[in-house]
């Protein structure tokens, strides 16, 4: 029971558009390397079309939002079916803050846009932390 | 001949699996390469959280759906959205019949590039179908 109780689930846009492919891969990175035993990935195709299984995951343990752009569908998918989220993260807000960017690719990456990707996740990863009550470095202790 | 000469493809796009991220490649494939003009893509999860104009498009036009899972929840959330169906794929039949698995969701590896090759031809052939009135 412990263990399941340190999970997040961790709701992300998938949209076509190439900020919905950064919020796929960085949410893969933190499902696959950052925070792989916190963390755990609810499919929202499945959960919008009534998934009972992730709804009923998404209203008992905290989630995470990971949207691409700013009709925010993962969050208001979340809000609508489970709850609210312990925390949203939009693409398009990091994006701004780095301003040379340019994201083009749906697909395959450039380094630029992989390097934007890592950077995304290291944001989800932190809020991973924050939802677990711990501090940084959690998959180091 | 389709009224507007288009298609709406819809793929599952879903996270958890492999097999979504080959559905998701795939008919990126068929939009940007094989099938740009006659092809329209529409995204599941905005169409769904009431945030896109996109329903219009999946009301009138055919629509070919592109399953990762045998949840099969493109094809069963265009049905609840009142799409016309005229064309499904589910990505797993396919990868059994060629024996073809990805590496992970987020690597494709060869062997998943070539499965999403293979099931963006599949999908460009049932557009020419539609389109053509066939």
């Known amino acids: 029971m412990a263990l399941i109780m340190n999970k997040v689930g961790i709701v992300s846009c998938s949209g076509e558009i190439p900020e ?3 919020s796929r891969i960085a949410t893969r990175l933190v499902l696959e390397e950052l925070r792989p035993d916190q963390t ?3 499919c929202l195709p499945l959960f919008l079309a009534g998934g009972e299984g992730e709804r009923t995951f998404a209203k008992l343990f905290p989630t995470i939002t990971v949207d691409g752009c700013e009709k925010r569908c993962a969050e208001i998918g979340t809000r609508t079916y489970s709850g609210k989220p312990f925390a949203t993260i939009v693409v398009t807000d990091i994006l701004k803050k780095c301003s040379k960017l340019n994201l083009k690719s749906r697909d395959k990456l450039s380094t630029d846009e992989w ?18 009550g711990r501090g940084k470095n959690a998959n180091q202790e | 001949m389709t009224e507007s000469g288009k298609v709406v493809v819809v793929a599952c796009a879903g996270m958890d699996k492999p097999l979504g991220s080959v559905a998701r490649d795939s008919v990126f494939k068929v939009v940007e390469e094989l099938r740009p003009k006659e092809v329209e893509l529409v995204s599941l999860p905005p169409l769904l959280a009431g945030v896109s104009s996109n329903s219009e498009l999946v009301g009138n036009l055919p629509v070919i759906t ?21 064309g499904r794929v589910l990505v797993p039949d396919i990868a059994k019949k060629h024996n073809l698995l990805p590496e992970s969701a987020s690597h494709l590896g060869p062997n998943g590039e070539r499965l999403a090759e293979i099931i963006a031809e ?6 020419d179908r539609l389109v053509q009135g066939m």
């Open chain 2, 122 to 127: 599949e999908i460009a052939s049932i557009v």
């Open chain 2, 66 to 86: 592109v399953d990762g899972c045998a949840e099969r929840c493109a094809t069963k959330l265009i049905v609840k959205n009142g799409g016309k169906i005229r």
């Open chain 1, 115 to 132: 390097k934007f990707a890592e950077k995304v996740a290291e944001e989800i990863a932190s809020k991973v932390d924050e939802a677990l």
């Open chain 1, 40 to 42: 755990v990935t609810i």
């Open chain 1, 20 to 22: 919905g492919t950064i």
